[in-house]
């Protein structure tokens, strides 16, 4: 005989009202590979928890008088008023499966097991509600914040009882306070997490991210009851960060051969129209040379934070170093690259992606003195002076961080191509070559202000290279007590280990004043049959560093480095007596 059923009224009523205020933490631009890698300090991570996300309770089951068990499996033509508690109502009914409709994310063998403490027994009207709720908690427990289960009206039969499941899910994602950035950019980003059913800990994973992007300077989120039982309308209010950026920079690493004290100027703009595209343009002079040092642009083109690039260099130099000044050397130099990038992990402690890009090098070379013009100085280099370089190059970078430390690696292999008239010689140099370089960095916080940071640097490759390709030692950002690029070489490996301490702190005025011991070390090697002999392919040094820090937009340091193996050096420079210098300034 069939049975009927019914629920006296809607029982799934949700209000899930979710609100995240003042998420702030520190913004995380591109990785930058030898160089300085910050640590998020734990006053400064997204202060993003589960327990900020937590709807309110589904409103309870109407009471309900249901004075016997034939009466309560029977659809009421209209529902009762009475205020008798569910554990009042009298009867039971044995249940032998409960039949979960509408679940995405669990089986029926899963939630059935949940359930069996309910089955092959009498059960009474109010544990068949605890049935109901232990449904919708599991939901809960697992993340799905706004999903819920209710029983429908049915006819029992064969001691089944369906129970029905609503998955939670986002109708509308209202962003307000934008005022150049594009709503979609945030939207699409939003949108990868909240699939349904709506998952808290995917959002929560998803707002870090959006947290992590210098596009936003904060914003707040609030998740609401929409239109119907398991839609939220999730609301979001952003404040956009300064998209603008000035950099003036004044240091001594560059060679001493063009002018070793540099000049360097730099502006970008992080969202150009409004799609989070970006613009990098800077400028750097010596006295012996110009350039062009980066002039790029930047699109994303996906949710995932694919990009595709433009970058370029151009230079003009002289040589100003004696006893080469009266030859009156001058060499010219440009660089295209396209790069297309794609994260493949993305969260707020890790990061994994992989890029493929092609690079055009050209550089030609002119002797000034008794007119001679065009001259091939360099090894590869063709009749007229020329090398041309085309070279695909295929890159894998990782970064995982941490409230304590951040470790970075990056691998690229490179593939010289005959590509648009590269130079092709009888014998190597050439643009046909394939290398492997390798880059590593990891900065651990040790104390407020202590920091240990290693770094290793490392290239092979299968024959000789031309000296646009070759691996360099020596300066500011390898082996510091020596001058810039004093070896180069096919091959090469780098390693350094540096420990900071802080000597000055004062809160009030955000002044740091650090000391910086540190340990460099660099050796490299040619092939065989390569015409450039190396006297001295192993250098190394110790030596101490200032740094000091005013705010967030004054940086200096000065280095004094001990070279440990000596080499053939007239000491005329700052660098070949080890002071490097460099002071910076953002706006």
Do not use: C
Request: hydrophobic share 40%; glycine share 6%.
């Amino acid at each position: 005989m069939g049975l009927t059923l019914s629920s006296p009224s809607n029982p799934l009523l949700w209000d899930a009202s979710i609100r995240l205020d003042a998420l702030q933490g520190e913004r995380v631009g591109e990785l930058s590979f030898l160089a300085q890698v910050p640590v998020l300090p734990d006053d400064q991570t997204p202060d993003i928890t589960p327990g900020l996300i937590a709807p309110q309770q589904p409103e309870a089951l109407p009471e309900e008088p249901l004075p016997s068990l034939e009466e309560l499996l029977q659809s009421p033509t209209e529902p009762p008023t009475g205020e008798t508690r569910p554990e009042d109502i009298p009867g039971t009914i044995v249940v032998t499966q409960f039949e979960i409709i509408g679940s995405t994310v669990f089986s029926q063998e899963e939630l059935g097991k949940a359930l069996e403490e309910f089955t092959n027994r009498p059960i009474t009207f109010a544990e068949l509600l605890e049935a109901q709720e232990k449904v919708s908690q599991y939901y809960r427990d697992r993340g799905y914040i706004t999903s819920g289960a209710f029983i429908p009206e049915q006819p029992i039969e064969g001691g089944t009882v369906k129970i029905e499941v609503i998955e939670g899910e986002i109708e509308e994602i209202r962003i307000e306070g934008l005022e150049r950035l594009n709503p979609g950019y945030i939207r699409s980003r939003i949108n990868r997490a909240i699939s349904p059913p709506l998952n808290q800990q995917k959002l929560i994973d998803a707002l870090q991210l959006l947290q992590l992007n210098p596009l936003i300077e904060n914003f707040t989120v609030e998740l609401a009851a929409g239109s119907r039982p398991g839609r939220s309308i999730l609301d979001v209010q952003v404040t956009e960060a300064n998209p603008l950026h000035f950099r003036l920079l004044i240091d001594n690493q560059r060679s001493p051969s063009v002018g070793s004290f540099r000049r360097k100027a730099e502006f970008s703009h992080d969202n150009v129209l409004g799609l989070g595209d970006r613009f990098n343009f800077s400028f750097v002079n010596t006295d012996g040379s110009n350039t062009i040092d980066n002039l790029s642009y930047t699109l994303p083109i996906n949710p995932r934070n694919g990009t595709i690039s433009f970058a370029h260099v151009r230079s003009r130099s002289r040589i100003i170093e004696e006893p080469f000044t009266p030859l009156d050397i001058q060499s010219a130099s440009e660089n295209y690259e396209l790069t297309f990038r794609q994260p493949l992990i993305e969260s707020a402690t890790e990061d994994f992606a992989l890029g493929v890009s092609f690079s055009r090098q050209e550089s030609r070379t002119v002797l000034g003195f008794l007119n001679i013009g065009p001259f091939p100085l360099s090894p590869g280099s063709e009749a007229n002076g020329e090398t041309k370089i085309s070279a695909l190059r295929f890159f894998q970078e990782y970064t995982q961080r941490s409230s304590e430390d951040v470790f970075a690696a990056r691998s690229q292999f490179s593939l010289g191509v005959d590509w648009f008239n590269a130079t092709i010689n009888a014998n190597p140099p050439d643009s046909h070559f394939f290398a492997w370089r390798g880059q590593l960095q990891y900065l651990r916080l040790l104390a407020p202000d202590t920091l240990l940071l290693f770094r290793a640097d490392f290239q092979i490759a299968d024959r000789p290279l031309v000296p646009l390709e070759q691996f360099s030692a020596g300066g500011a950002l390898s082996v510091r007590g020596y001058r810039q690029d004093l070896l180069l070489a096919d091959n090469g490996f780098f390693a350094s280990a540096e420990a900071r301490f802080p000597i000055l702190h004062l809160p009030e005025s955000d002044i740091l004043l650090q000391i910086a011991p540190f340990f460099d070390l660099a050796t490299v090697w040619n092939f065989s049959d390569n015409e450039v002999e190396i006297d001295t392919p192993t250098i190394s040094s110790i030596g101490v560093g200032l740094l000091l820090r005013m705010g967030r937009n004054f940086n200096a340091r000065l280095d004094w480095g001990i070279p440990l193996v000596e080499v053939n050096s007239e000491r005329k420079s700052w660098q070949e007596n080890g002071i490097y210098f460099s002071v910076e300034y953002r706006i």
